[in-house]
């Protein structure tokens, strides 16, 4: 049961350009919202997150969009730089006892 | 730099042996995960800690793996016995809550 749907298995921008990482959820319950980024070889760390009481969260080049009604948030990367080739898992928790992860997206951004 | 450690980075093992992988959370961090990387499931939660106690492991096939934590600097996973199935990069994480977690660099397993 795949509560967290991250439906782009890979992306691949530009450098420069933005990168939009998208990811929905079905369940309503779920109040905190996080993105982690993984290196091959590397375990995954830990990038943005969002309170379900936000619906916008900025932290340099990263921001993550939350729209509530529609179960969906979006990690945005202005400008993308090769460095951020990486895969990118959502991840959703509720009441800080059950955490759902998504299947990842590669992002490649290109010189 | 405090890091989670796991070992062994990689292990290759015959169908029906043993699997014990370890992990050393980051002192003070009084949440352990286990979780369990495949290419269509993403990233898996197979059992959770919290103060050396097992709190959730309902993502964890009972008949063949099991985790203990020994004391607060170690937590294991094992598998026994083992099968190609079970072929996956495991990662252990710690922190002080659910929110943020450390991963560490995760055991590549290949069950033969």
């Known amino acids: 049961d795949q509560q967290v749907k991250q439906n782009s298995p890979s992306l691949s921008v530009q450098e420069g350009r933005i990168s939009i990482l998208n990811c929905d959820y079905t369940n309503s319950m779920f109040d905190y919202f996080l993105w982690y980024k993984k290196y091959p070889a590397e375990g995954p760390t830990f990038l943005i997150s969002i309170s379900s009481i936000k619906d916008k969260n900025e932290d340099g080049r990263f921001t993550v969009f939350l729209n509530k009604s529609a179960k969906h948030l979006s990690l945005h990367i202005v400008p993308s730089q090769p460095g951020d080739s990486a895969v990118y898992f959502c991840?959703?928790?509720?009441?800080?006892?059950?955490?759902?992860f998504g299947a990842g997206t590669r992002l490649t951004v290109k010189p | 730099d405090a890091r989670v450690t796991q070992t062994p980075r990689h292990k290759v093992t015959e169908m029906g042996q043993e699997v014990t992988m370890r992990c050393q959370p980051i002192l003070g961090h009084n949440t352990v995960f286990w979780y369990r990387q495949t290419m269509m499931q993403g990233l898996e939660l197979l059992a959770y800690?919290?103060?050396?106690?097992?709190?959730?492991d309902s993502g964890m096939p009972k008949d063949r793996f099991s985790a203990e934590m020994p004391d607060a600097t170690l937590a294991t996973l094992k598998i026994q016995p083992s099968e190609p199935r079970d072929s996956a990069v495991y990662f252990c994480?710690?922190?002080?809550?659910?929110?943020?977690?450390?991963f560490g660099p995760g055991t590549r397993l290949l069950v033969l």
């Open positions: 994480a710690s922190g002080l809550g659910r929110q943020t977690q450390y």
């Open positions: 991840a959703a928790l509720y009441n800080n006892t059950d955490m759902r």
């Open positions: 800690f919290r103060n050396r106690a097992p709190l959730d």
